[in-house]
């Protein structure tokens, strides 16, 4: 199997967890600092964004020409993998780093979705062709003059998490969880098991089962 069609299928079991269970299995793995600060969040929460990793770090340069400045972001929406989850270390606090037609670039090259400690703008537009992005605030000032893209598929920090090229992310209402890429076939296998475990307590509860003794039987809550 190719190491594309192994991204596929991981990616495909990925997509079917959620954020607190992958936490869950994290923490019970042995990997707590996972979670993006709590200010990344989705244009739209009724979806769930997962997949393999692509990084991006850049930051602000005030008085950049826009030649320089759309070339740099231009090189990156060329080079962005498809299947893959952008991730932006941005180290703004006033500069949208996702916009509409980039978005729209992203998603026609096959890129799965967007996660920034940046800003966003064309919000609405994004929303409606279910581009999945992932940010800290909206903004309409964009990377013109301001801003430039610094190093791809290297490490960057996001608040105090570190993410490498090849590492997973899932991503839903709840927050941005980072799996270590080496880890992630256990993890998942570990998280479908934990799901699995949680439903039989919830047919339990519905069933008229007592909280107390349904925990001590299934051993989780």
């Given at each position: 199997?190719?190491?594309?069609?192994?991204?596929?299928?991981?990616?495909?079991?990925?997509?079917?967890?959620?954020?607190?269970?992958?936490?869950?299995?994290?923490?019970?793995?042995?990997?707590?600092?996972?979670?993006?600060?709590?200010?990344?969040?989705?244009?739209?929460?009724?979806?769930?964004?997962?997949?393999?990793?692509?990084?991006?770090?850049?930051?602000?340069?005030?008085?950049?020409?826009?030649?320089?400045?759309l070339l740099?972001?231009?090189?990156?929406?060329?080079?962005?993998?498809?299947?893959?989850?952008?991730?932006?270390?941005?180290q703004?606090?006033?500069?949208?780093?996702?916009?509409?037609?980039?978005?729209?670039?992203?998603?026609?090259?096959?890129?799965?979705?967007?996660?920034?400690?940046?800003?966003?703008?064309?919000?609405?537009?994004?929303?409606?062709?279910?581009?999945?992005?992932?940010?800290r605030?909206?903004?309409?000032?964009?990377?013109?003059?301001?801003?430039?893209?610094?190093?791809?598929?290297?490490?960057?920090?996001?608040?105090?998490?570190?993410?490498?090229?090849?590492?997973?992310?899932?991503?839903?209402?709840?927050?941005?969880?980072?799996?270590?890429?080496?880890?992630?076939?256990?993890?998942?296998?570990?998280c479908?098991?934990?799901?699995?475990?949680?439903?039989?307590?919830?047919?339990?509860?519905?069933?008229?089962?007592?909280?107390?003794?349904?925990?001590?039987?299934?051993?989780?809550?």
């Open positions: 199997m190719s190491v594309m069609d192994d991204n596929k299928q991981l990616t495909a079991r990925l997509s079917k967890c959620y954020s607190g269970a992958v936490y869950d299995t994290l923490r019970e793995h042995g990997f707590e600092n996972c979670v993006l600060p709590s200010d990344i969040r989705p244009i739209d929460d009724t979806q769930i964004l997962a997949g393999p990793v692509f990084t991006v770090s850049g930051s602000a340069k005030p008085g950049i020409s826009e030649g320089d400045a740099a972001w231009t090189e990156f929406l060329s080079a962005a993998s498809k299947g893959h989850v952008v991730i932006c270390a941005g703004t606090e006033n500069i949208a780093l996702m916009g509409e037609l980039s978005a729209e670039t992203l998603q026609a090259r096959g890129v799965l979705g967007y996660v920034s400690d940046g800003g966003c703008r064309d919000a609405d537009f994004i929303r409606k062709i279910g581009f999945q992005t992932f940010h605030f909206y903004t309409p000032r964009d990377v013109v003059g301001a801003w430039s893209v610094d190093e791809m598929q290297t490490p960057i920090k996001i608040g105090d998490v570190n993410i490498s090229p090849g590492d997973y992310v899932i991503a839903d209402i709840d927050g941005v969880v980072i799996i270590p890429g080496a880890h992630i076939a256990t993890i998942i296998t570990s479908e098991e934990v799901m699995n475990t949680e439903n039989q307590v919830r047919t339990a509860i519905r069933s008229g089962v007592d909280p107390k003794e349904a925990y001590l039987k299934y051993g989780r809550f």
